[in-house]
Antibody, heavy 126, light 107 residues
Framework: QITLKESGPTLVKPTQTLTLTCTFS??????????VAWIRQPPGKALEWLALIYWDDDKRYSPSLKSRLTITKDTSKNQVVLTMTNMDPVDTATYYCAHRNCISGSCYDYYGMDVWGQGTTVTVSS | SYELTQPPSVSVSPGQTASITCSGD??????ACWYQQKPGQSPVLVIY???KRPSGIPERFSGSNSGNRATLTISGTQAMDEADYYC??????????FGTGTKVTVL
């Protein structure tokens, strides 16, 4: 059974750097094809994809946020970390991590994200 | 940047068919997924690769994608299907893009 759980600060000040951790179980990020993504959702608004890291340490970022994001993994700890610099009140949102869907051992980006964490709410305010 | 547009809301009577559209430039050339999100919960994948259902998703959920539009169809809609639905497109250039979301109300 795959599970993911996000953790990090609930409140950050403008201009600060946000660091979020996704701790997962039920799969290994050293297994070929596996990936973990970060997605956020401002209150009452739509989902927004942020970043994805693959088993081979390849990374993809949202073009609009690329300059502010860094995604890393710690395979031994079963964790993925997302950092976002220069936080602003518009970054207030629930942040989710999610597992890249695999079917019968085959994993493709167009399979979507099949298991999501419960989300962690981050408020940006002075 | 690539954008996906959905109607803000769709209303449907129990037992009837709900169709939720997702519009984007040449969307049919990309792959589409659909997610269901109930209040206070995380999204759930209901359709991937345009038409396929993950294990455990009822057969009443189906998808299509052609031209500039992808469609999620819920046949025999039940009260439990009341939720927000998001389309999501993928291709190697735009990567992941989510739609604006549609609130489905079962009246």
């Amino acid at each position: 059974q795959i599970t993911l759980k996000e953790s990090g600060p609930t409140l950050v000040k403008p201009t600060q750097t946000l660091t979020l951790t996704c701790t997962f179980s039920g799969f290994s990020l050293s297994t070929s094809g596996v990936g973990v993504a970060w997605i956020r959702q401002p209150p009452g608004k739509a989902l927004e994809w942020l970043a994805l890291i693959y088993w081979d340490d390849d990374k993809r970022y949202s073009p609009s946020l690329k300059s502010r994001l860094t995604i890393t993994k710690d395979t031994s700890k079963n964790q993925v970390v997302l950092t976002m610099t220069n936080m602003d009140p518009v970054d207030t949102a629930t942040y989710y991590c999610a597992h890249r869907n695999c079917i019968s051992g085959s994993c493709y980006d167009y399979y979507g994200m099949d298991v999501w964490g419960q989300g962690t709410t981050v408020t940006v305010s002075s | 940047s690539y954008e996906l547009t959905q109607p803000p809301s769709v209303s449907v009577s129990p037992g009837q068919t709900a169709s939720i559209t997702c519009s984007g430039d040449k969307l049919g050339d990309k792959y589409a997924c659909w997610y269901q999100q109930k209040p206070g919960q995380s999204p759930v994948l209901v359709i991937y690769e345009d038409t396929k259902r993950p294990s455990g998703i009822p057969e009443r959920f189906s998808g299509s994608n052609s031209g500039n539009r992808a469609t999620l169809t819920i046949s025999g809609t039940q009260a439990m299907d009341e939720a927000d639905y998001y389309c999501q497109a993928w291709d190697s250039s735009t990567f992941y893009v989510f739609g604006t979301g549609t609130k489905v109300t079962v009246l």
